[in-house]
Each structure stands twice: as structure tokens, then as C-alpha cells.
């Protein structure tokens, strides 16, 4: 054997031995409550609470409790971070790969920066309406730098059905400007206070 403090035979048997008397008491241990799980975790945005409910590792999410079936929710909050991105010109590349792909699947409806200051780096946002046969989703994504992070955080709202259009277009009417000044005035977490 490879470890160094071997005991004796002696003081092998008596371990052994000795965990022959905890074997009753293992019937009991599998009698006793389980240790509950734990709750998960939570985060507030615009009066709402939202539960984690995925992540790959880069990517969070999280829908209001109950919401909890991912192929039917309506709300979600979803932070990606991009570990690589460090500084504002980093940081400005996701913020145009986010408005590409938005373009790519929707329409742009907003875009806006924040210019950096001497306090505060850059961020930048992008508003779209993306969708496909069976829905139509608002994004409002918030692209920032969190503990020399690059992190996008995202705020959905989704409309099922045909045609979405008009219940989409009221839905950006009534929330648009609110939800998007929640967004940009969020305290967003970071990826180690996540991990």
C-alpha cells in the first residue's frame, strides 16, 4: 500500500471491530429525515422574485416560481458572463455580437450606451423583439462589466399564440421604458457570488 501511516493488524481489527457496532445503528440512520435541500436561490428584479432554474456554468436562469416550466414561461431573467471579456474594448465586442445575433433573429427596437467615466466603466443595452411560429419575446439585454466580468444580463417577456403581434406591441407600450430603467438601475451579481 501507498500510504506512509500504516496502523497494525491490532489497531486494524479494533477500527474494524469497533465500526461492526455502528452497523445496528445504520438502520436507524436510513429511518431519519433526509437533510432538506437546499432553497434555491433567489434574486429580485423589477418587484418580482425570480428562482434559479439552469445554468451551464457561463449561463444563469431564472423565472418566477410559478413559472417554473421552461417550455412555457413568460418571464426570465438570464445572466451570461464572458470571462474573456475584461475591458470596455472586450466588453464592446459582446455588446455588438449580442446586437448581431438580435438582428440576426428579430428586430432591433433600441440600442443605447453608457459612456464610460472615471469611476465607471461603459455598458450598453439592446432592446429587440425576437420570435418564431410559437411566440414572440422581448429582450432587453444589459451588457456590463461585473468585477472585471463581462456580463449580459437579460430580461424576457414572452407572448404564446398566433398572432402575438398586438398583445407584443401593448406589452412594450405599458413596460417598455419601466422595465429597461429597472434593468439598467439593477445591482447585477457577479459570476462568483452565482458559483
Known amino acids: ?7 497494525s493488524k491490532r489497531e486494524f481489527l479494533g477500527l474494524a471491530i469497533g465500526s461492526l457496532g455502528l452497523m445496528g445503528n445504520w438502520s436507524a440512520l436510513g429511518k431519519q429525515s433526509p437533510e432538506p ?15 434559479f432554474r439552469w445554468t451551464d456554468g457561463s449561463q444563469y436562469e431564472f423565472v418566477p416560481p410559478a413559472q417554473s416550466d421552461l417550455s412555457t414561461w413568460r418571464d426570465m431573467l438570464t445572466i451570461n458572463f464572458h470571462e474573456t471579456a475584461s475591458t470596455g474594448e472586450k466588453l464592446a465586442e459582446v455588446a455588438n455580437r449580442v446586437l448581431s445575433t438580435y438582428q440576426k433573429h428579430g428586430k432591433v427596437v433600441r440600442t443605447n450606451s453608457k459612456p464610460r467615466t472615471a469611476s465607471e466603466p461603459a ?3 439592446v432592446v ?6 410559437e411566440f414572440l419575446e422581448a429582450a432587453f439585454a444589459r451588457i456590463l462589466l461585473v468585477d472585471a466580468v463581462g456580463t ?4 424576457s417577456h414572452r407572448i404564446y399564440g ?3 403581434g398586438a398583445g407584443m406591441s401593448e406589452w412594450l407600450d405599458k413596460n ?5 430603467d429597472a434593468l439598467m438601475k439593477w445591482w447585477v451579481p457577479s459570476l462568483a457570488s452565482l458559483q
Open 128 to 133: 429587440a423583439v425576437l420570435g418564431d411560429r
Open 123 to 125: 455598458e450598453h443595452l
Open 176 to 180: 417598455g421604458t419601466q422595465v429597461e
Open 37 to 51: 435541500s437546499p432553497a434555491p436561490m433567489k434574486l429580485g428584479f423589477n418587484g418580482s422574485e425570480y428562482s
Open 162 to 164: 398566433k398572432p402575438a
Open 152 to 155: 449580459v444580463v437579460v430580461y
Open 1 to 7: 500500500m501507498g500510504f506512509k501511516n500504516r496502523k
